[in-house]
């Protein structure tokens, strides 16, 4: 029988392999270690491994490499992008090949955990399909108007109207954070830019998650309602579980990094 | 070696001076000594006159006595050098020079040159004109020597003597020389007299001459080399005082505009240079330093989640998780700056942009008590930038003044218009305080990443990130400021790709 692991870490960086393996090792998480890509694809090879969890720049191949190449060959695993370089378009284009999420570094143990945990319960739950959601939680939030949606990845969405926009988590949050402790909204006023994190969700299970903003533009208000009740955010992320308003400051040269989902919003309108 | 100039134009002017002041004193001196000689020709020639009619009557009784007599009263005055009476064989018959009776002269001598001009018989009629003649003597000086022929007439050979025929036509020759001496010394004092005159008319004027050249041209001209060599040296603050209206004025003037223009543009390329490698150097460490940041922060934060409830290292490894984020938002910060995103640019409404600066830190404005001016002109043509970059640009130039004030009376203007530079329109936009201003010594240093005067506060990136958003596009930033009075950022962005919103409509 193959062996079986919870994570793989692909990291060449000495300190920081050690770091993130013995926090998820403490953690009880089984990890198998490489230091670049083609020990990577060894290791996926001969065992099975729940998540990937890569380094962005590894010597030889890159970490977008390894992505393309699980994409294709085993779609089913989440990959999340360390990324030492948190720039707007190594975000973008993790998302548009099929990341589940990234970690910027420096990152600490809340972080870590929070979206190595979020990408393994999705694993577990197999509800992970880098084409196109496997699950179809938009027609389930009934009060959501898909027909306006703009999605980063299945990270967040946004819902254009003129030169505003609501913000929202996508399919990689709901059902997989467990009990809501906090959540951290941005204030009116504030500027957001696509690609950098605009909220933290803090979990029960002391863990923290980012949202990066799918388009740029400066807070008009937060949901009130839904920092009073995160769990909305589990049960109806499309709609109530909205999370800011803002102003758009350059819809027209961002939206490319958006998808549009045609076809899979078959639901009703 | 200084001042040649000086020295060419002297000896030019002096020169012409020389040239014009010579000829004209040896005109002059010539037009005098022949008037003088003039005047003694005739006195010459009245002499001989004189003494042909006064020894006529004896001559005519053949008085020889009487003649003499004559001959001799009238030698005796000192103007006269010689008077010699020849007869047609070249012997003196009367002089009052008794030595000289007698003698004969030879045809070949100057005085009877004039007739017997090739040493043999007189030809016939003495030459007009040719009865003077000028010669040195053996003592050196000048001597005007009037030759005039005792011609025969009737009463010669019809008086009683029959001394003279009939045929003879010249009975003898008057010989009258006068001396020049008196001529040739007041031409030669006058001659002196203007030399000296001339010589210190030179000196004079050159002495003028350089006078007002070294106050007009000469000190302007050594402060215009002392300031280019300040410049070349690297001086560029070096600045000619501009007394004048003249063309050295207005070089001066051309001088300082330039060495500003200079001062501007070194500035500009050092600053630009040192946040280009500031920039790369800062992006490589952030690199490099994010590997043992992460380090640090993951082995902290988790050692703080298995801390249990002691206090004392509960803080302690609190501090070390706070600390490190600190680094970690201080790198994001550089990353940010260094992160050299080429703008992505579209036609944008300056004042929508300011607008929404001045909403996106409204709250904090209100908190601090400051008041807004807003002075937005209003048909300001859009520009080619990128919207969220000059965004950036002017929260921090925002949140840089509602930082700069330490007393009551709290203003930040925020002004837009189009405004002239380097000779071309820009769109200026200005955010200025009434704050606490920025010393002068550290002017040049405040768009320097790192570089800040809040204790704790910020990260000192601000206004670096000013800077290089600016400049990426081909704008410039300006700094006014005075302590205690307040600061004034003016940002100048080109116009180029712009269209009025008249030309729009148009179009």
């Known amino acids: 029988m193959t062996p079986s692991f919870d994570v793989l870490l692909v990291e060449d960086d000495p300190v920081v392999h050690e770091a993130a393996a013995r926090i998820l090792s403490l953690e009880g998480l089984t990890v198998d270690r490489a230091e670049d890509v083609s020990a990577a694809v060894a290791r996926l090879r001969n065992a099975q491994h729940q998540v990937v969890l890569t380094d962005l720049m590894l010597p030889g191949f890159s970490g977008f490499d390894l992505l393309d190449r699980l994409a294709n060959d085993r779609p089913q695993v989440p990959v999340i992008l360390i990324t030492g370089y948190a720039t707007i378009d190594n975000a973008l284009h993790a998302f548009k090949h099929g990341a589940f999420d990234f970690l910027p570094k420096p990152f600490d143990v809340a972080e870590l955990l929070g979206v190595v945990r979020r990408a393994l319960r999705c694993a577990e739950l197999r509800w992970w399909n880098p084409a196109a959601p496997a699950r179809d939680l938009v027609a389930a939030d009934v009060a959501a108007r898909p027909e306006r949606l703009r999605f980063l990845g299945q990270h967040s969405w946004a819902a254009i109207d003129g030169g505003t926009a609501v913000f929202g988590v996508a399919e990689s949050f709901p059902g997989l954070l467990g009990e809501i402790r906090a959540l951290r909204l941005p204030q009116p006023g504030d500027f957001l830019t696509q690609g950098l994190s605009f909220a933290e969700i803090a979990t029960a299970d002391e863990s923290i998650h980012r949202v990066w903003a799918p388009l740029s533009g400066t807070v008009i208000e937060s949901n009130g309602e839904v920092l009073e009740t995160p769990d909305l955010v589990n049960r109806l992320p499309f709609s109530s579980g909205w999370l800011t308003r803002l102003v758009l400051s350059a819809l027209e040269e961002q939206q490319d990094a958006l998808t549009i989902r045609t076809g899979t919003l078959a639901g009703p309108a | ?507």
């Open chain 2, 1 to 507: 070696m200084k001042l040649r100039i000086i020295h060419r134009v002297l000896a030019a002017v002096i020169l012409v001076l020389v040239a014009v002041g010579g000829t004209s004193a040896w005109l002059g001196s010539r037009a005098q000594q022949k008037a003088l000689s003039t005047r003694v020709e005739r006195d010459a020639v009245l002499l001989s006159n004189t003494i042909k009619n006064s020894t006529r009557h004896a001559m005519l009784l053949n008085e020889r006595e009487m003649v003499h007599r004559i001959i001799e009263l009238i030698g005796a005055q000192p103007e006269l050098k010689k008077i010699r009476v020849f007869n047609k064989d070249g012997m003196v018959i009367y002089s009052p020079d008794k030595q000289l009776i007698g003698t004969t002269v030879d045809k070949h001598s100057e005085a009877c040159d004039v007739c017997h001009l090739n040493g043999d018989t007189a030809s016939g009629e003495l030459p007009t004109g040719g009865r003077t003649r000028e010669f040195v003597d053996a003592g050196g000086s000048r001597q005007l020597g009037v030759i005039s022929p005792i011609e025969n007439e009737p009463a010669c050979w019809e008086s009683d003597c029959h001394v003279h025929s009939r045929d003879q036509r010249v009975l003898g020759v008057l010989d009258v020389t006068m001396s020049l001496a008196d001529v040739d010394r007041e031409v030669a004092s006058s001659r002196g007299y203007t030399l000296l005159l001339s010589l210190l008319a030179i000196l004079a004027i050159s002495l003028l001459l350089s006078a007002f050249f070294h106050q007009l041209v000469g000190r302007p001209v050594a402060r215009l080399v002392a300031a280019t060599n300040a410049v070349a040296t690297g001086d560029l603050a070096h600045r000619i005082p501009v007394t004048r209206n003249d063309e050295l004025g207005q070089l001066a003037t051309s001088f300082n505009e330039m060495t500003v223009r200079l001062a501007e543009a070194r500035s500009q390329i050092y600053q630009s240079n040192k946040l280009a490698s500031l920039g790369r150097l800062a992006a490589g460490i952030a690199h490099e330093i994010n590997n043992p940041l992460t380090g640090v922060l993951t082995y902290s934060s988790f050692l703080l989640k298995r801390a249990g409830d002691d206090p004392e290292v509960r803080h302690d490894l609190e501090t070390i998780v706070h600390e490190t984020k600190r680094c970690r938002d201080i790198v994001r910060g550089l990353l940010d700056f260094a992160r050299q995103v080429p703008p992505k640019k579209s036609l944008v409404d300056v004042n929508e942009i300011a607008l929404r600066a001045l909403q996106v830190i409204d709250n904090q404005l209100r908190v601090q008590n400051i008041r807004v001016v807003k002075n937005l002109r209003g048909d300001l043509p859009r520009i080619l930038a990128d919207p969220n970059q000059l965004q950036q640009v002017l929260i921090n130039l925002l949140v840089n003044a509602a930082d700069a004030f330490n007393g009551d009376n709290r203003e930040i203007r925020v002004t837009t218009g189009l405004g002239p530079r380097d000779g071309r329109d820009m769109l200026e936009v200005i955010v200025a305080d009434n704050g606490m201003g920025i010393p002068e010594k550290n002017l040049g240093k405040i768009f320097e990443p790192f570089f800040s005067t809040k204790e704790n506060k910020g990260t000192g990136l601000g206004l670096a990130v000013v800077w290089g958003i600016v400049s990426e596009h081909g704008g410039v930033v300006e700094v006014n400021s005075k302590v205690g009075q307040g600061t004034t950022f003016t940002i100048h962005l080109p116009l180029n790709g712009a269209a009025t919103s008249g030309d729009r409509s148009a179009s």
